[in-house]
């Protein structure tokens, strides 16, 4: 099926570093708590627990697309030809979590010591702008080459790397562990990012923190 932006461009998949938003029809399953799992299925199966568990309500934004051309070999099948994104998308994620806003957006790389900032787009940058300007807690999973090796990346440290004027075009790993909160990939939830957001929550609203983590 092809799929465009508003302005006509066609959407391809980037088969090195994309967006876990983006589904090829093959993709290497990575592991997270010894199962095969992609990090947005681990994610999505984390929101569920935690809002199984009263802990915070967090749902995967869905991204609108309009249909333009359908074929219908049958009469009960139909089969989508063509499709346009209406808008572009902003994050993967947002809810609610004791009290907060989240924002987040879920990315990957192949690399196995730097992520590259081309896996971002301008739209995504603004709009973590305008919630970090609404006191929103924001900021981006990265999942590296080793499939374990999680952080979370505080928003405000990825707009300090995209504003960079010296020509940079990636965060060395080193930093993102510096800066970052690393996630201990577990079973339930698969990936148990709100420990690291309390750190994040008690880093930049120590007033209204309960704590940190280890």
């Not at 627990?49 to 995967?60: F, I, L, N, W």
């Not at 405000?156 to 004027?165: E, F, G, K, S």
């Not at 420990?195 to 923190?209: E, F, K, R, W, Y």
Request: charged content about 20%.
């Amino acid at each position: 099926m092809t799929i465009s932006y508003p302005n006509g461009r066609k959407y391809h998949a980037d088969a090195q570093d994309s967006s876990v938003t983006a589904r090829p029809p093959k993709t290497e399953n990575v592991i997270f708590g010894k199962r095969g799992m992609r990090l947005e299925d681990a994610i999505n199966e984390s929101n569920e627990y935690y809002r199984e568990h009263g802990s915070a309500v967090v749902y995967k934004k869905p991204t609108p697309v309009q249909i333009v051309h359908v074929d219908y070999p049958a009469r009960s099948q139909a089969v989508i030809k063509e499709a346009y994104f209406r808008q572009p998308s902003t994050t993967d994620y947002n809810g609610v979590y004791q009290g907060y806003y989240l924002d987040f957006e879920a990315k990957q790389t192949k690399n196995k010591h730097s992520f590259p900032l081309k896996n971002y787009h301008q739209h995504q940058i603004d709009h973590f702008r305008r919630c970090l300007a609404q006191q929103g807690i924001c900021f981006t999973l990265m999942q590296f080459a080793d499939p374990n090796c999680v952080y979370l990346f505080p928003a405000t440290a990825l707009l300090r790397y995209w504003d960079d004027t010296t020509g940079r075009h990636s965060i060395p790993l080193k930093e993102v562990a510096r800066v970052g909160y690393k996630i201990a990939v577990g079973f339930a939830p698969a990936i148990p990012y709100l420990d690291a957001v309390d750190a994040l929550i008690a880093a930049t609203h120590p007033q209204n923190s309960k704590g940190t983590i280890e």
